[in-house]
């Protein structure tokens, strides 16, 4: 019997591979079996976009304002799991930040994402040629938006253009910030020319203006003033933006998302299903007590939350607004925290009322008021 065994697993070793059967899972999807209609696309461009909540939701204030001197924390004793964020605050980085590592991946799967649709999208068949050049546009879009960010806190990085299908492909060499701003600006100038323009777009996704602004952006990071100036001035000829908001606080009234003078926002939904945002909460004096954080948000089932808050204004950024700017009461508010028993401020503007504690419906904006961009260029 023994030997009949060895017999057979003799006879398998030799044959090659070549000769076994492969077939597809019938449970698991694959970049074969999902990607076979349009339909598959639009998901798979939904998809894109995901990671985008957690990274502005989680990382991009901490690595952005957190780092500058616009806002700080306000540090609790009793509580030293948050010490990330501070980390960063405080020039200390490690390779172990998990905030530094929120960024980083999130800003890669959002690139693995669009590159698997950028691979395969014009292997399939449309019957509307503008519906595969939006998706394309899209996804080319994202793809640019991520390195940018990427590129601007990292230097440089990997540059991964097609789906990782082997062990080697993940562990791309770093390439130059000058390949990865090539990079940048030839996938948006490609998404400008396959997007819609805003009114003709669904509200939420990218547009030709979303494109030309990012490249705007772009140009003035690299100091190439004048272009940053005709593509920017394209945006405002566009037409497809305005002023018409009464006060600065609309801009960031949920009610008022992706309005007129929006370019590109990232997304939430407050509710269940884990779209939501929470910007007030991490913004907000900490410790603090349920009866405090009720008073500045309203919620009825309100709890106390004791870690510490982030993105506190600093000193510096209240006195630089001038006497009478609007901005400063829509963006700063005080409470008096009983922890310290000190006068506090708070960023206020994503304090808009919502239902249940830690959930809210704010969006993030990247893009808003063209004109800020074009400005910024003259004063050069």
């Known amino acids: 019997m023994k030997t009949k065994i060895l017999y057979i697993v003799l006879a398998f070793s030799m044959v090659g591979c070549s000769d076994f059967l492969e077939i597809d899972s019938e449970t698991d999807l694959s970049n074969s079996t999902f990607f076979q209609t349009p339909e598959d696309?639009?998901?798979?461009?939904?998809g894109v976009y995901a990671p985008l909540r957690e990274s502005y939701n989680k990382s991009a204030y901490v690595m952005g304002e957190l780092r500058s001197d616009n806002s700080y924390y306000d540090y609790n004793s009793e509580n030293r799991g948050q010490n990330p964020p501070e980390f960063i605050a405080d020039f200390l980085e490690t390779s172990t930040n998990v905030n530094i590592q929120a960024k980083w991946d999130n800003d890669f799967y959002v690139i693995s994402r669009a590159n698997k649709v950028l691979?395969?999208?014009?292997?399939?068949?449309?019957d509307d040629s503008s519906l595969k050049d939006n998706?394309?546009?899209?996804?080319?879009?994202?793809?640019?938006?991520?390195?940018?960010d990427l590129v601007q806190y990292f230097g440089d990085v990997p540059l991964h253009?097609?789906?990782?299908?082997?062990?080697?492909?993940?562990?791309?060499p770093l390439s130059t910030t000058e390949v990865i701003y090539k990079q940048i600006m030839d996938d948006v100038k490609l998404a400008e020319t396959l997007l819609p323009n805003k009114t003709n777009q669904e509200p939420g996704r990218a547009?030709?203006?979303?494109?030309?602004?990012?490249?705007?952006?772009v140009y003035m990071v690299l100091k190439m003033y004048s272009q940053a100036a005709t593509v920017l001035q394209e945006v405002v000829d566009s037409k497809q933006y305005s002023l018409i908001l009464t006060s600065y606080a609309d801009v960031f009234d949920p009610s008022n998302k992706n309005n007129s003078e929006s370019i590109?926002?990232?997304q939430y939904l407050e509710g269940s299903a884990g779209y939501n945002s929470n910007f007030i909460y991490q913004f907000m004096p900490q410790p603090i007590t349920a009866e405090e954080v009720a008073q500045i948000t309203g919620v009825s089932n309100a709890q106390s939350i004791g870690v510490e808050g982030f993105n506190l204004p600093t000193p510096d950024l209240i006195a630089s607004y001038e006497a009478g700017d609007l901005r400063k009461d829509a963006t700063i508010n005080y409470i008096n925290i009983s922890a310290t028993g000190m006068l506090t401020p708070y960023v206020a503007k994503y304090n808009h009322a919502h239902s249940q504690f830690n959930n809210t419906n704010d969006n993030w904006y990247l893009f808003i008021d063209i004109l800020k961009y074009y400005f910024l260029w003259l004063k050069h």
Not at 41 to 46: F, G, I, L, R, S
Not at 135 to 148: D, E, P
Not at 161 to 172: I, M
């Open 119 to 126: 691979a395969s999208i014009d292997d399939v068949e449309f």
């Open 207 to 217: 547009t030709s203006g979303s494109a030309k602004t990012l490249l705007g952006n």
């Open 161 to 172: 253009l097609d789906p990782v299908t082997t062990l080697e492909g993940t562990a791309l």
């Open 264 to 266: 590109f926002e990232v």
């Open 41 to 46: 696309y639009v998901k798979a461009v939904n």
């Open 135 to 148: 998706l394309k546009g899209q996804a080319l879009f994202l793809r640019a938006l991520s390195y940018f």
